[in-house]
C-alpha cells in the first residue's frame, strides 16, 4: 500500500527557533495535508496544498507541495511553547482517503 | 455547532470481548471515515461510509472488524473477540459530501481502546 515516509521522528528545540520537517513518497499524491495532534486528541488540518509547486502558509506556518508530487515540507518560524505536539503529513490520492505519515513530536523548551 | 463527537473516550476490554465505538458526525455531515492510530505511528484509513452505506472499507480487517452507518443515530465500529493487537486510538472524521476537500473533514477526539 502507499506509504509516507516523514523525517525527522522528533525534534527537541528552543522558543524562537525556525523548525522544518518533510515528508517524501514512492507515490504520487493530488493533495498534500498537514495536521496537529495534541495529546489525547484528534488531528487538526493545519494546512491543505492542492497543487504541485504550491508554496502556502498560515500563520507562522509555511507548506510547499513538492514539483514531483511525491514529496512536501512544513516549515514553523519562531516557535513558541504551544508548538508542541505531535505534526503528521497526509496525502490523498485518487479517492477521499488519507495516507498519514508516522509523524513528527516537537518539544519546545521555553 | 458541535464537533465531531466519539464515545466513549475510553474502553478498556478482555481479550475476547466485544467493543463497539461511536461516532456522531457534525451537523448536517452524511459522511463518516474511521482511522485507527497504534502507539507512535500515523492514521491508517479502516472504512468511509455514508448513511446505510458502506463505501469503501478497504483498510477494515477481514475478520472481527464491521462499521455501520445507519439512517439513524451514529456511526458504530464494531470489534468481537478482541485482542491485544486490537489496542489503539481509532478515530472518525466527518464531512458533509462526497468528494469534501481536505477542510471540509473533521476529526473526532478519539476513543482509546485498551485491551488485557
Known amino acids: 500500500g502507499q506509504q509516507l515516509n516523514q523525517s525527522p521522528q522528533s525534534m527537541f528545540i528552543q522558543e524562537g527557533e525556525d523548525v522544518s520537517m518533510n515528508c517524501t513518497s514512492s507515490?504520487?499524491?493530488?493533495?498534500w495535508l498537514w495536521y496537529k495532534q495534541d495529546p489525547g486528541e484528534g488531528p487538526v488540518l493545519l494546512i491543505a496544498?492542492?497543487?504541485?509547486?504550491e508554496l502556502t502558509s498560515n500563520g507562522r506556518l509555511t507548506a510547499q507541495f513538492g514539483i514531483t508530487r511525491k514529496d512536501s515540507f512544513l516549515n514553523i518560524s519562531a516557535s513558541i511553547p504551544s508548538d508542541v505536539g505531535i505534526y503528521f503529513c497526509?496525502?490523498?490520492?485518487?479517492?477521499?482517503?488519507?495516507?498519514f505519515g508516522k509523524g513528527t513530536k516537537l518539544t519546545v523548551n521555553p | 455547532n458541535a464537533g465531531v463527537m466519539q464515545n466513549p473516550r475510553h474502553l478498556v476490554r478482555r481479550r475476547g470481548q466485544e467493543a463497539r465505538l461511536r461516532c456522531s458526525p457534525m451537523?448536517?455531515?452524511?459522511?463518516v471515515y474511521w482511522y485507527r492510530q497504534l502507539p507512535e505511528e500515523g492514521l491508517k484509513f479502516m472504512v468511509y461510509?455514508?448513511?446505510?452505506?458502506?463505501?469503501?472499507e478497504s483498510g477494515m480487517p477481514k475478520e472481527r472488524f464491521s462499521a455501520e452507518f445507519p439512517k439513524e443515530g451514529p456511526s458504530i465500529l464494531r470489534i468481537q473477540q478482541v485482542v491485544r493487537g486490537d489496542s489503539a486510538a481509532y478515530f472518525c472524521?466527518?464531512?458533509?459530501?462526497?468528494?469534501?476537500?481536505?477542510?471540509?473533514?473533521?476529526f473526532g477526539p478519539g476513543t482509546r481502546l485498551t485491551v488485557l
Open positions: 497526509a496525502g490523498q490520492g485518487g479517492s477521499e482517503k488519507l495516507v
Open positions: 496544498l492542492y497543487k504541485a509547486g
Open positions: 461510509l455514508q448513511k446505510e452505506n458502506i463505501i469503501d
Open positions: 507515490s504520487i499524491f493530488n493533495t
Open positions: 472524521a466527518s464531512s458533509p459530501r462526497e468528494l469534501a476537500e481536505p477542510n471540509e473533514q473533521f
Open positions: 451537523k448536517g455531515h452524511s459522511h
